[in-house]
């Protein structure tokens, strides 16, 4: 029988720790990273000239959680190998 390649993925970071405590990423000083929160309130107000101003006011911590990575880069394996299913 002919040698194969086989796909195998080692996910290190799931998006929690061995207590269940969700865990988030994380910047090089070790700061979370914050993102604007899709479902955001826009706060609307005006400045002491009049103007009209506009704010995002929620964000929201990334999670810390390699598995949606995994089926992408399995689709790109199995086109690299020629497997057709």
Known sequence: ??????FMAMVEKVGHDKRGNPTFKRDK????ILVPDKNSVLVLG???????????????KVEDDQTPDVPVIFSEWKAKEGIAW
């Open 29 to 32: 000083e070790g700061n979370e």
């Open 1 to 6: 029988m002919a040698d194969y390649n086989i």
């Open 46 to 60: 005006e400045t002491g000239e009049g103007d009209r101003t506009v704010a995002h006011e929620q964000k929201r």
